[in-house]
């Protein structure tokens, strides 16, 4: 193809960005279209702006759903599994910015070899998804006001996963105990779990710390087990995370080295 | 709680999550898909499989790509225009939709559904549209018409149908702007 030809058929495909956003292509076009989706910030920009559009016109048509639908449909719940997929494993039925397939515009500038350290969302909202449920399942052996504590924490939670700069970060040893962050910069807010460093003996507990460039290190709380901890007011300056080991209740000031840090910069912190 | 919350919520295997998600989207789910799939009984097997399926894929909604709601409206809307072709396909409505043929569909439903504030703002937006930018897209959005049907039912070249779509929705924007 010429590169006049090339230029033209570039231009045709973007003028499919509004039929993309009403679903009006056909399978063939749709498909083609997805697929210039991957290596078009413009496109998915616009597609993006286009769809927030459209779903305008859906709220418009908004009518009360039948009650026995809502019968049916809770009642399916309670028998139908849920999938647990992997954010690499989607293959984008949807418009790409809805599935996640593609990068949001403006935010493609993450740099690829800070990855490691970057999750995706996609995988945080996995991995805090395994949280929840695990915050839920223990529920049905509480009493009311557990239950009720727990449910709010676990809001607390999604709370921060639904902010919209909400990242993921983990660090593992080499004998696979971890420490994992799930963090919104913007709210100052930050969900930590600990995993597989079980409880220290005689009584001491797991203490987590704010680390901070020249400032003491400030308590964020104890980490009792695998549950996760909610961290707020973190400032912009925060620049990692340390568990120590400290006695029973606590201390002001950490009293021992670190047994693990984690940095906060790639979850957005460290201005 | 906002949708946005519940969703992840949900994802985590929340069930009383799902209930409070369900009350704030069955109704602009299902009267999404009344508005394009039209019989009742279609609509509400549509709808019931798009709810379940927000159970079930929860964990695949991503909030930096759009809110929530955006995103279930736009599965609604996939699921609903699928259902339609296929029907159409099988011939089911060749009938009344002949009748149809060229009106824009926003008028003729009004009555049948709720009226609400939102309502009455995209009804109003809708008709400060040019007579072409409304019917091209909603052909489209509540018909579930192709660009490429929508060009010939209103006799127009494909490029001038996909500039009127485009030009529709941005003008939608602007005028909706200020009722958010």
């Known amino acids: 193809m010429s590169i006049l030809g090339r230029l033209l058929h570039r231009e045709d495909l973007h003028s499919l960005a509004a039929p993309y956003a009403l679903d009006a292509l056909e399978p063939g076009e749709r498909r083609r279209f997805d697929k210039h989706l991957q290596d078009c910030d413009r496109c998915t920009a616009e597609v993006r702006?286009?769809?927030?559009?459209?779903?305008?016109l859906a709220w418009s048509a908004a009518a009360p759903a039948p009650s026995a639908l809502r019968d049916r449909v809770l009642a399916a719940v309670r028998s139908t599994p849920q999938e647990r997929v992997p954010a690499r494993e989607r293959t984008p039925q949807l418009p790409p910015h809805v599935w996640g397939a593609q990068p949001p515009p403006g935010r493609a500038r993450t740099p690829r070899a800070r990855r490691p350290l970057f999750a995706p969302?996609?995988?945080?909202?996995?991995?805090?998804?395994?949280?929840?449920?695990?915050?839920?399942?223990?529920?049905?052996?509480?009493?009311?006001?557990?239950?009720d504590a727990e449910h709010a924490r676990a809001r607390e939670i999604a709370h921060v996963l639904a902010a919209s700069d909400a990242r993921a970060s983990t660090s593992e040893d080499a004998r696979g105990r971890s420490i994992g962050v799930i963090a919104s910069a913007s709210n100052g807010e930050a969900v930590v779990t600990l995993?597989?460093?079980?409880t220290p003996s005689g009584g001491r507990v797991h203490q987590l710390w704010l680390m901070r460039p020249h400032a003491q290190p400030r308590s964020l709380g104890l980490l009792a087990g695998d549950t996760p901890l909610i961290a707020k007011g973190l400032g912009k300056s925060s620049s990692s995370l340390a568990v120590t080991i400290e006695p029973d209740g606590g201390s002001a000031q950490p009293t021992s080295q670190p047994i693990v840090q984690l940095t906060l910069k790639s979850v957005g912190f460290g201005e | 709680m906002a949708a946005d919350e519940l969703l992840v919520l949900v994802a985590?295997?929340?069930?009383?999550?799902?209930?409070?998600?369900?009350?704030?989207?069955?109704?602009?789910?299902?009267?999404?898909?009344?508005?394009?799939?039209?019989?009742?009984?279609?609509?509400?097997?549509?709808?019931?499989?798009?709810l379940l399926e927000l159970w079930r894929s929860a964990a695949r909604f991503d909030p930096r790509r759009g809110s929530a709601l955006s995103w279930i409206l736009t599965l609604a809307h996939r699921r609903a225009v699928d259902r339609v072709r296929s029907a159409r396909a099988a011939g089911e409505r060749e009938q009344r939709e002949?009748?149809?043929?060229?009106?824009?569909?926003?008028?003729?439903?009004?009555?049948?559904?709720?009226?609400?504030?939102?309502?009455?703002?995209?009804?109003?937006?809708?008709?400060?549209?040019?007579?072409?930018?409304?019917?091209?897209?909603?052909?489209?959005?509540y018909d579930g018409y192709t660009y490429r049907e929508v060009a010939e039912r209103?006799?127009?070249?494909?490029?001038?149908?996909?500039?009127?779509?485009?030009?529709?929705?941005?003008?939608?924007?602007?005028?909706?702007?200020?009722?958010?």
Do not use: H, I
């Not at chain 2, 009555?111 to 052909?139: F, H, I």
């Open chain 1, 195 to 198: 995993s597989g460093y079980g």
């Open chain 1, 121 to 147: 969302l996609a995988t945080a909202t996995a991995t805090a998804a395994l949280v929840v449920a695990s915050l839920v399942a223990v529920q049905a052996n509480r009493t009311q006001d557990r239950l």
């Open chain 2, 154 to 180: 209103l006799s127009l070249p494909l490029g001038t149908v996909k500039t009127r779509m485009r030009d529709g929705l941005t003008r939608l924007r602007e005028c909706l702007g200020g009722a958010a």
């Open chain 2, 12 to 50: 985590g295997g929340d069930q009383r999550a799902f209930e409070d998600l369900y009350s704030l989207v069955s109704g602009p789910v299902y009267g999404l898909v009344r508005r394009v799939v039209r019989d009742p009984a279609q609509s509400e097997e549509v709808a019931q499989e798009v």
């Open chain 2, 98 to 141: 002949a009748l149809r043929a060229g009106e824009p569909a926003f008028d003729q439903v009004a009555e049948e559904v709720e009226a609400g504030l939102e309502r009455e703002w995209v009804r109003r937006c809708l008709k400060r549209l040019t007579a072409l930018q409304r019917q091209s897209v909603t052909l489209a959005y």
């Open chain 1, 49 to 56: 702006d286009l769809s927030e559009d459209a779903v305008r």
